[in-house]
């Protein structure tokens, strides 16, 4: 039987991010189907573990969980099994796949990935220096940033690099801007990974039309006019070949792709320093 619509319960003694990352990376490779998610986070007691059994009984479906603690492990599987809806342990073959392979037991701490580390507070601190350093603000910083991304408008430059800012890198970002030349700051880095990010015209036009339309401006402007986009985009890569930076077409590829090359391309700057 062919199922297009179901209810899917996420169980966690965390945030839940996990589970949650996991259902949407499987599910996207179901066409037309429709979860309808119920989230349980931080269920750390056995009176948790007794409602989250009675939402799935009132919502059968299927149960996808990540929790450490063996006791409530146990009672929400038999719990499960009580009322005939699948419960799948998420983590189960990495971390025993991780204690064959290392030779010793997983801590079984919930929520340990969320510690304030030193990796928190540094991701913190990529995020400011994200947001401080977004569309060319404060180029004097430049010289300070892990990487920088310059591009054309509506490359995606800001949420790339606030999603950098979450793997810890700090970025920058600086518009390229036809007839507007690049901060003095940016051609003189050198600490900083920069990037050259651009798309197909057509792409661009179509983006831009769009914003546009959002904002109740529709007039005709160079900035979507054919001719104007298709030379921005010619003398963006110009200077971009010119610098000899890196370049990255964003056209067919999502924020977490892009992201994804200029984190390969950082590491292997960073390891060919060293």
């Excluded at 006791?71 to 064959?100: K, N, Y």
């Excluded at 030193?118 to 401080?132: L, Q």
Aim: overall charge negative; glycine content about 6%.
């Amino acid at each position: 039987m062919t199922v297009n619509r179901f209810h899917l319960h996420l169980v966690s003694d965390s945030t839940g991010d996990t589970v949650h990352s996991v259902a949407r990376a499987c599910l996207v490779q179901f066409d037309e189907v429709q979860a309808i998610e119920h989230v349980w986070s931080m269920v750390r007691t056995l009176s948790q573990i007794d409602r989250v059994l009675a939402g799935i009984e009132t919502n059968g479906g299927l149960v996808l969980f990540t929790m450490v603690n063996e006791s409530l492990r146990q009672a929400l599987q038999e719990g499960c099994r009580r009322l005939q809806v699948p419960a799948i342990p998420v983590l189960d073959p990495v971390i025993s796949a991780l204690t064959s392979h290392l030779g010793r037991q997983s801590r079984g701490l919930p929520g340990k990935q969320h510690l304030l580390d030193s990796e928190y507070f540094a991701r913190i601190d990529a995020m400011t220096f994200a947001i401080n350093h977004d569309d060319g603000q404060s180029p004097w910083g430049i010289h300070d940033a892990d990487v920088c991304l310059v591009g054309v408008s509506r490359t995606s430059k800001t949420p790339t690099c606030l999603y950098l800012a979450n793997r810890g890198i700090k970025a920058a970002n600086v518009p390229f801007v036809p007839g507007v030349a690049l901060p003095a700051e940016l051609m003189a880095a050198e600490k900083p990974l920069i990037v050259g990010l651009t798309n197909e015209p057509e792409r661009l036009i179509h983006l831009r039309r769009n914003r546009l339309s959002m904002l109740d401006h529709n007039e005709a402007t160079d900035y979507t006019d054919t001719e104007a986009v298709q030379a921005e985009v010619r003398e963006a890569r110009r200077v971009f070949a010119e610098r000899k930076w890196p370049v990255i077409d964003v056209t067919r590829r999502s924020i977490e792709e892009t992201a994804a090359s200029i984190y390969r391309l950082y590491m292997r700057r960073a390891g060919a320093e060293q």
